[in-house]
């Protein structure tokens, strides 16, 4: 049996993507990293490679809630690049293999080795940023404010000054009929 170049990449892909335990969100692709800067110098617009990796490097994303942590390594194990993705940060994809994400002034364009690896990477990351979780302040708030209400309202007390209102029970019986 003979696999094909492109049947081996697609394994590999699918191989590198799969978390690596259960309930890890960690996915994993191999990218050719390019840091760009907007060149000012030379007083026209346009774009510099201030730096780029000649090999591809494993590229783990770790998606936690709202954002993603990204981090790529060299061969050796060397971190060379780290950062957080979230609703905030400047990012897009170019054409169908790269994508690029902004950290202030400088800019890091990722260049996958497959289509396959873009597209899981793409939608994870738009999966990642459209998510819209509550703050543990907003969750207490919201607990706390139901709570009260139905403290209130189930006092027998306030449901016989509601019934004793006769403007509210003339308007709520106009409502209904």
Known sequence: ????????????????????????????????????????????????????????????????????VITGTDDGGVCVFKCSVNNDTECCHIGKQCFVISLGFSSVLLQFKSQ???????????????????????????ETADAQYFQAYGCLSQQQNMMQDFVRTATYHRAIL
């Open 1 to 68: 049996l003979i696999w094909s170049e492109v049947q081996w990449l697609t394994l590999w892909c699918q191989i590198m993507a799969v978390p690596a335990a259960a309930g890890d969100q960690r996915q994993r692709f191999a990218v050719k990293l390019y840091f760009l800067r907007e060149d000012e110098a030379s007083g026209q617009s346009g774009v510099q490679i201030l730096q780029q990796t000649p090999n591809f490097l494993l590229l783990e994303m770790d998606v936690q809630n709202e954002s993603a």
């Open 116 to 142: 396959t690896e873009f597209y899981m990477f793409s939608n994870t990351i738009k999966k990642c940023r459209q998510q819209k979780t509550m703050t543990v302040l907003h969750q207490q708030t919201e």
